[in-house]
């Protein structure tokens, strides 16, 4: 540790003991590929997260990139109703396997598991994080790239540019 540490270690380049380790995240499935994740956020409900989300990953299907939508809207999925998906998504001993769009995109919500696709979904807190924990641990998304520095450059511009809703 430096004479002239702050212990604020947002702005200090020095590589001291003191430093707090990056945050860890937890492996997606060991089956998985995926090469890019773009996160559509929001605090807000009904400011179009679905809508944006959907239009991302056509555009990127048009473009010749196997990508998928994970819908970690628990309560209130709408990716399946967006794309015209029916029915359940399987699993083996390898994971579970989204279900592939007419433009194939990969898509994996909460409502391609329950019994009934239009039942609700009463949970909260903790339980609706754990579920989004296993769609990212527990399920196989396998995507490609086929044109990976377009596909960098592509999540450089998402990034640097985002959609935002007013």
């Known amino acids: 540790m430096s004479e002239e540490c702050t ?5 200090c380049g020095a590589a001291c003991s003191s430093r707090n380790a990056a945050p860890q995240h937890d492996a997606p499935n060991p089956h998985s590929s995926v090469k890019k994740v773009i996160g559509v956020v929001s605090g807000k409900g009904g400011v179009g997260k679905s809508m944006t989300s959907a239009l991302l990953a056509c ?9 998928g ?30 279900i592939q769009s007419r433009m194939g995109i990969d898509v994996m919500s909460i409502n391609l598991l329950v019994e009934n696709e ?12 754990g579920a989004v924990k296993q769609f990212w641990t527990d399920v196989v998304h ?6 990976s ?18």
Not at 119 to 125: I, K, N, S
Not at 149 to 166: A, Y
């Open 118 to 129: 239009e039942d609700p979904v009463v949970w909260r807190g903790p339980v609706i994080a």
């Open 149 to 166: 520095s377009d596909l960098i450059s592509c999540s450089w511009i998402c990034l640097r540019e985002p959609v935002t809703s007013p």
């Open 7 to 11: 212990h604020d270690c947002s702005n």
């Open 59 to 67: 555009a990127m299907a048009r473009r010749g990139y196997h990508c």
């Open 69 to 98: 939508i994970l819908d970690a809207d628990i309560t209130g999925p709408s990716i399946p109703k967006l794309f015209g998906i029916h029915g359940r998504a399987m699993a083996d001993d390898k994971g579970c396997w989204p």
């Open 142 to 147: 396998s995507f490609p790239t086929r044109r």
